[in-house]
Each structure stands twice: as C-alpha cells, then as structure tokens.
C-alpha cells in the first residue's frame, strides 16, 4: 500500500539523502554553470511533458529527472554574474533554516497552528521596525512579496481614508463611495498596475503624476493634496534606483492627511546602511511600506512584508472572520495579510537577520552600491552612456545606437558567463544591471564590463 511505501520512505531517509547529495552538486557547480540554460537545456524540458501517472512512482527516479532535466534550466541566480531584474540570492544560512524546517510543514496562519511562526513574525517585526528606523507603533505583515505588501498596504489605506471621510468600507463598499484620489507617477513599478487592478481602482482615475529624468516624481507638478488622497511613491525605481523625494511628500500629505505608501521593494534597505540613509530621509512620516526580503536582503523566495503605522486600519481591510477561527491573545499571523495558510516565511527571514545582525546588512548593501559604482566606473570607461545615476544598485546604460544596444545584451546573454536584461528608458533602448546577490564579486563585474566592452566593440 502506498502509506506503507511512503512511511519507509521517510524511515529510510535515503530519498533525503539523495536529495541532499543533488543540492550539494548544484551549489558546488553553480558559479561554472551557464547563468541561462543552453538551448539544449531548455529542449530537454520536453521530458516534462507526459501524462498524470496512473501508477505510484519511484521516488529516486522522480528526483533525478529533476536534476538531471530540471537543474540545467533553472538559471543560476545564486551564482555571482545574475544581473537580471532586481533578484538577489540566498544567504546560506537562510536555505540551511528554511531546508531544516520544511520538515515542520507549518501552516503559519494562525498561533494556535503555529506558535513558533506567531512568534518569529513579532520578533522579525520588531527587528525590522528597529533597523528600519520605523515608528513604535508599526505593525508588519508576512505575505509573498511586494505585489502582495502594496496590495495589503493600500487595502488598508483604502479602509483608512474613506473612514476619514466617513464611509465604511467593508459594509458599503467602493461601488457608490465618495471618491478617493489616487496619485502615482508614470514610473511606478508594473506590478502596481496589476495591484490597482486588483482594487477597482481604474488606470483612467489614477492621477498620473510626471516623473524626472530619474524616473522620479516630478515634486513642483505634485496637485495640491487633501483628505481624501492616497500617494504611492517609490524607494528604488526598478530601472534606475532612484528615490522620490519622501520627505517633502509626506510633509505635504500629512498636513491635509492624506495617506502616503512607499513602494520600497528593493530600495528600503538603503535606510540600514549609513552611507545611503539619506534616500530615504522622511520616510517615517509615511502611512505604510512594502519591502522585500527575496531581494536585497537575500532570503529565499516568497518574502515580502507590509509595514503599517495604522494597525487598526491593516488588520481590519483584512479582516476573515469564521466561527472555527481560533484567534488568541498572541500573534495571529493571518490578521496581517490577506492569506490564511501560508508558509512560515518569517522563519527564514529571522534566520538572516539574526546572522547578519546591523552591521551584516549594512554590509551587504553597501557593497551592492560599491559594484554598481564600480560597473559604472569600468563602462563609462568603456566608452557606453549613463543613462542613470547611480545611487543605489541599478545601473543603466546604452551604446551609441538603438542596434547597438540590444546587439550587446543579447551577446552577453547569449555568452552563459552572465545575464542582464534589456529594457526602454525614455522611449530608448537601455541596458539594466541589477547588482544584489551576495555572491556578486568585483572579479564578476569586471567579467561583465569586460564582456559588454567586448561585443560592444
Ligand atoms: C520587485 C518589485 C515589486 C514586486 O515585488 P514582488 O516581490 O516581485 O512581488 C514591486 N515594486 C518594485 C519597485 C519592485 O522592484
């Protein structure tokens, strides 16, 4: 019978080794692999095609398919030389604990499922508030990622700012609700789009705001503000790094008390390193945050957080309620994001920041900002156009013609020793090097120069 297969299985525990046998292989080989697979490699997925199994399966057959079709197409995103999109690696010891505890199999939502979960998400909180420098009264949520954090964000401050104007929400609903201002700039992130989407907002109500040759709001064309408007703006444009002037945006809103979000998916970890804490002057006069640890910080993947100074506010947008629901005096994971089950992703997200304490994250992104100026530096002299400046990790560039542009990001991707990707910038052709993977060397960014001077020339 099959539970009697499956429990020697895991009495045995060879399928775990065998398992662990195979990671060991991809981590020891990933810095010489292609960073994207080979054309060959992405053929061989065909293996996958086949029909649902009538019959139970091998399990050691099962995990070499994987390694031996599924390993040579995943790309190399924990090796040094992934420059594409802003991705980050994973800090070992944030596999070591999420590997370690997968065996937990936890459903986070709730205390009474989970307490350990309960109480990791307080401490993460509180940690994050600390090195964050956020006020005492934040709360934060542990959801997928950024997309699910500004979504959670703005459900609150949706809640929030039609309560001000006295309507509730969640009885009445947005159908005939006095009308909410929304203000974005055309620089937003794309997964805002999807997320206004979401909420019923319509592209066509949004105040689209202009944004500057950075790709940042544009301050002296900022409307007047009121009471009933809710501003989203930007720490780390995903094309060039660049931070909206927070401060005097969260001075303006909160004057008339209006509510200011800071998609900070990347960028808000510019606030724990020194150097860079002047991008994110004013940033606690906000409303709510979105940051993600799958990215700078480099845990696993599926770590966002929403931070929110209106606990009130987020947990009652997100409000589930049903008579089975055992809610306690401890933390409730549930109460803060919109899912129920959901992994226990603040397990990884303590291990890290345990390990790298302050002056580890200082570290760490101080250093993606030394070889982002570094990359600069080698291309400039290299004869390619900033097309940014470079603040914090992003660095954008172009070649003397649009042909030109895309000719050498297809060369370099095309090489397997690194990846970038193409974008467009101002209605041009660009090319976006994301630079936050702790792997990343100087060696690595000078590979990079070297190959991007290289077909370039
Ligand atoms: C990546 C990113 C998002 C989306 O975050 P996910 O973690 O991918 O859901 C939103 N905004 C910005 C600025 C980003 O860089």
Not at 122 to 140: I, N, Y
Request: aromatic share 8%; with cysteine; hydrophobic share 40%.
């Amino acid at each position: 019978m099959i539970h009697d297969k499956m429990r020697s299985e895991l009495e045995s525990k060879q399928i775990f080794e065998f398992a662990k046998k195979h990671a060991y292989e991809y981590v020891d080989t990933v810095d010489e692999q292609r960073v994207f697979p080979s054309q060959e490699s992405l053929n061989n997925l065909r293996h996958f095609d086949e029909p649902l199994p009538v019959d139970t399966g091998d399990p050691i057959k099962i995990l070499d398919q994987l390694q031996k079709f599924g390993a040579p197409a995943a790309t190399a995103q924990t090796g040094g030389r992934y420059f594409g999109f802003v991705d980050g690696g994973a800090v070992p010891i944030s596999l070591a604990a999420k590997w370690m505890t997968d065996v937990w199999d936890q459903c986070g939502g709730l205390y009474v499922i989970s307490p350990i979960n309960g109480k990791l998400e307080a401490v993460c909180e509180s940690w994050l508030k600390d090195v964050l420098a956020l006020p005492q009264e934040t709360v934060a949520g542990f959801v997928s990622g950024t997309s699910m954090a500004n979504l959670s964000a703005l459900c609150a401050a949706r809640y929030h700012v039609l309560k001000n104007l006295g309507w509730d929400f969640l009885e009445k609903g947005l159908m005939q609700a006095p009308k909410l201002r929304i203000l974005a700039h055309q620089q937003v992130h794309a997964s805002v789009k999807a997320t206004f989407a979401l909420l019923g907002f319509g592209s066509q109500n949004i105040e689209w705001l202009p944004a500057d040759k950075q790709g940042r709001l544009d301050i002296q064309q900022l409307p007047e503000l009121d009471n009933s408007c809710i501003v989203l703006l930007q720490a780390g444009n995903a094309n060039t790094g660049a931070f909206d002037d927070i401060d005097a945006v969260c001075d303006l809103a909160n004057a008339v008390g209006a509510w200011v979000h800071i998609d900070g998916a990347f960028g808000l970890w510019a606030r724990a390193c020194p150097q860079l804490q002047y991008l994110t002057k004013g940033m606690e006069k906000a409303s709510s945050w979105a940051v993600d640890g799958h990215k700078t910080l480099n845990t696993p993947y599926d770590c966002g957080i929403v931070l929110c100074r209106h606990p009130e506010s987020l947990v009652t947008a997100l409000r589930a309620s049903g008579e089975y629901i055992i809610y306690s005096e401890q933390r409730d994971p549930m109460l803060y994001g919109p899912e129920m089950s959901k992994r226990c992703r603040a397990i990884e997200l303590w291990a890290t920041m345990k390990y790298l304490g302050r002056n580890g994250i200082e570290q760490m992104v101080g250093r993606f900002y030394h070889l982002a100026k570094r990359t600069e530096a080698g291309l400039k002299a290299s004869g390619f156009r900033m097309l940014n400046e470079v603040v914090f990790n992003q660095v954008l560039v172009a070649c003397e013609s649009e042909a030109q542009t895309k000719m050498v990001v297809q060369a370099v991707q095309d090489s397997g020793a690194a990846w970038l990707g193409g974008t467009t910038w101002q209605g041009q052709a660009a090319i976006r090097i994301s630079i936050c993977s702790w792997k990343t060397t100087e060696e690595d960014i000078d590979l990079l120069v070297s190959l991007m001077s290289a077909a370039n020339s």
